[in-house]
């Protein structure tokens, strides 16, 4: 079974302040992690995902995340953070398949960045 | 891409009062589909997913069911509404079987039961 544990339900930077937003898993298998983002009054949408191959993965408006297994952590950052960052953001987690077993997408609960001017 | 309805966007409806929320799904075929419901402080809660046609797993015991009738359609349902079962919910839709698919997500449906 998958988990996703996210350190922090606030985090407050001011603006051209590096972001880091701390996501943990837990998985039995080989495990895809995605970071997903919640802009105020819009959906959900993909921000990045790992799968395999390169553990340093980049995303949209800058944004990048690092798979660590010894760590069991995919932390998102970005090293200058914009006012338009201001965002709830999820992390999840669904086990690798091959062999077309359901994807179950846990999410973590979510962590909301409010940037300071 | 996948393109998702859902519907309605917001209701309000008593305690005891049934529910049915509705999610159909177009540009892609035999998708997986979920129901989530968002609540503050708890995230994202997967409540059920389906792989096809008749196909459901639930995945938290609770007041609430759910069918696919057809290939694009996802249906969220209760009996009898609960207090508790206030909140945002999200209908989503993966290309499958692959799991490293990114999900697509629906406008959500806010439920208030009062």
């Known amino acids: 079974a998958q988990s996703v544990t996210q350190l922090g339900s606030h985090v407050s930077v001011s603006e051209g302040a590096l972001v880091l937003l701390r996501c943990n898993y837990s998985?039995?298998?080989?495990?895809?992690l995605f970071w997903y983002v919640q802009y105020p009054n819009q959906g959900l949408q993909l921000l990045l995902k790992?799968?395999?191959?390169?553990?340093l993965v980049k995303g949209i408006n800058g944004f990048e995340a690092e798979f660590k297994k010894s760590e069991t952590s995919f932390h998102l950052t970005k090293p200058s953070a914009h006012m338009s960052d201001a965002a709830e953001y999820f992390c999840?987690?669904?086990?690798?398949?091959?062999?077309?077993?359901?994807?179950?997408?846990?999410f973590g609960t979510g962590t909301l960045l409010a940037v300071q001017p | 891409s996948q393109t998702i309805h859902q519907w309605p966007a917001t209701l309000v409806q008593p305690v005891g009062s049934p529910l049915s929320l509705e999610c159909t799904v177009e540009?892609?075929?035999?998708?997986?589909l979920y129901w989530y419901r968002q609540a503050a402080g708890r995230g994202l809660q997967l409540l059920f997913y389906?792989?096809?046609?008749?196909?459901i797993s639930s995945e938290v015991p609770q007041n609430l069911s759910a069918s696919r009738p057809q290939d694009r359609q996802f249906i969220l349902s209760s009996k009898k509404l609960l207090l508790s079962d206030s909140g945002f919910y999200l209908c989503?839709?993966?290309?499958?079987?692959?799991?490293?698919?990114?999900?697509?997500f629906g406008s959500g449906t806010q439920l208030s039961v009062l």
């Open positions: 999840a987690v669904s086990a690798s398949s091959y062999g077309g077993a359901t994807n179950k997408l846990i």
């Open positions: 998985s039995s298998v080989p495990p895809y």
């Open positions: 790992y799968t395999t191959g390169a553990t």
């Open positions: 540009g892609t075929s035999n998708p997986n």
């Open positions: 389906s792989v096809g046609i008749g196909q």
């Open positions: 989503a839709c993966q290309r499958g079987p692959a799991t490293n698919e990114k999900l697509f």
